[in-house]
């Protein structure tokens, strides 16, 4: 199967839409927050610089790096990106949005994309035991 796909979640923070964006943006402070996530640098600058449209962004660990470009920087409340490249997916579009609630902020991110591979519904006959089709 390979898509498309998408994922929304949507979550609350206490904090206010000002400091979710600038925790969001700054991809250098990732490490420290993010499971999974050793090293996070802006490989590129973004128009207006340091994250704004055009900004990419690398992140991962151990060799498995993830490359985001930034395609919005609307702050505080929008923010975009695609994945360009480190993972098997392709017309990845995500947009975060940040609404003010309360004293607080409502999170909505939601992601679509198609997936590069095939991923199988059933078991290729080879691997139940069973001979080749001739």
């Known amino acids: 199967m390979t898509g498309p796909w998408s994922y929304e979640v949507i979550e609350r923070s206490s904090a206010q839409p000002e400091t979710v964006y ?8 990732w490490n420290q927050w993010v499971p999974g ?3 996070a640098l802006l490989e590129r600058n973004g128009d207006p610089p340091p994250y704004g449209r055009g900004a990419i962004r690398k992140l991962g ?6 490359r985001e470009e930034i395609v919005a920087a609307e702050p505080p409340h929008h923010h975009s990106y695609a ?21 607080a902020t409502r999170i909505e991110w939601r992601a679509t994309f198609n997936v590069k591979i095939c991923i199988p519904t059933r078991t290729p006959p080879a691997l139940n035991g069973e001979p080749p089709s001739t």
């Open 37 to 39: 996530i050793k090293q």
């Open 22 to 29: 600038e925790v969001l943006i700054n991809v250098t402070e």
């Open 83 to 103: 994945i360009i490249s480190g993972l098997p997916v392709k017309d990845h579009l995500a947009d975060i949005e940040l609404h003010p609630d309360a004293n």
């Open 61 to 66: 660990r151990s060799g498995l790096f993830v």
